[in-house]
């Protein structure tokens, strides 16, 4: 299932640089070092960089990551620079819904910067999933049992004028 705003999007080669990255400036990749950590790669011209982070340190830096990067793609934000951004709500404009594997549900989400983001589920987990998201998007029953029974505001009526002027 695609959402409205998500069009199908063709799968970058590894390789490739992004369209807004400057000539000659820093490419990121990462590896894998081993069942416990991995290597965050920056390279600037001909030389890399390798930083090694935990699992944990990968994933508290990639939070970050993306929603400074969210934060800062959102012209309506009036964030002042020097801000730290260790994490927001991350406005989705388009997502996909479906299966990766027979049995494998997924959720693939595009955040405003242009960032997509998939999830895998379990099949239990991918259905309480569904079920909070579409009651949170409900309205209150009490909220439309009082819409049903609430009366729209009367204007007074004026009393009849006295015919007879006295």
């Known amino acids: 299932m695609t959402s409205p705003e998500t069009a199908p999007v063709e799968a970058a080669p590894p390789d490739a640089v992004p369209p807004d990255a400057a000539p000659g400036g820093p490419r990121f990749s990462v590896v894998t070092a081993g069942p416990d950590g991995l290597e965050l790669v920056v390279a600037f011209g001909p030389r890399d960089y390798a930083v090694r982070l935990s699992p944990a340190e990968a994933g508290e830096l990639g ?9 800062a793609a959102d012209a309506a ?12 709500f991350f406005p989705v404009l388009g997502w996909t819904a479906g299966e990766i594997a027979p049995g494998v549900p997924a959720l693939a989400l595009r955040l405003a910067e242009g960032a ?6 379990d099949r239990d987990t991918a259905r309480a999933c569904g079920r909070d998201l579409a009651r949170s998007g409900r309205v209150p029953w009490r909220e439309r049992l009082g819409r049903v029974f609430r009366r729209p505001a009367r204007m007074p009526v004026p009393p009849p004028a006295n015919p007879q002027g006295a």
Not at 63 to 71: E, I, K, M, P, Q
Not at 77 to 88: F, I, K, L, M, S
């Open 63 to 71: 939070l970050a990551l993306l929603a400074t990067a969210s934060v």
């Open 116 to 121: 997509e983001i998939a999830f895998q589920f």
């Open 77 to 88: 934000q009036d964030v002042p620079a020097g801000t730290r951004v260790e994490n927001c």
